[in-house]
């Protein structure tokens, strides 16, 4: 072996034609860039949505709706899955870190308690607001709520 037959490893190098190295290499002149225009220019970048000067289709379709921005969106705990930590982790009050703890809200979702399901334990329950339907069915099973400020 000596420098003469040297080759690089297999699959380290491409064999690509590089482009605007002279009239010799066939790929020179305008390079491959055509002649003329914009993506001919230096510095060209396509925009993002352009679609050739035609109207791009974010500005032909129509806005619609309404998007109010002091909507308040709480997080919706049924009761059933209040029951199921009651049954699997003998949990006696129910409070934003303890559903913190069991990955059913993260630490900035404002909690609503919904009525879907049946409570039997006698639970103290804290949360920012509350159905009717669950509000009835804590007091029945013997429980209080408490709403957080």
């Keep these: 072996m000596n420098l003469s037959n040297i080759k690089p490893a297999e699959g ?5 034609k590089r482009i605007g190295r002279g009239q010799g290499s066939g790929r020179g002149g305008t390079s491959t860039r055509g002649h003329k225009g914009a993506k001919s220019r230096s510095g060209y970048s396509r925009k993002v949505g352009f679609e050739g000067g035609q109207m791009p289709l974010q500005r032909r379709v129509p806005k619609f709706g309404f998007k109010n ?3 308040v969106e709480y997080k919706g705990i049924n009761l059933d899955s209040i029951q199921l930590l009651v049954d699997n982790k003998k949990v006696k009050e129910i409070t934003k870190e303890i559903l913190i703890e069991n990955g059913l809200v993260s630490k900035n979702d404002l909690i609503k308690i919904l009525g879907r399901g049946e409570l039997k334990a006698s639970l103290k329950v804290t949360a920012h607001k509350f159905s009717a339907t669950a509000q009835a069915a804590i007091e029945k099973a013997g429980g209080s709520i408490e709403f957080i400020k």
């Design 12 to 16: 380290s190098t491409k064999n690509v």
């Design 69 to 71: 921005i002091n909507r």
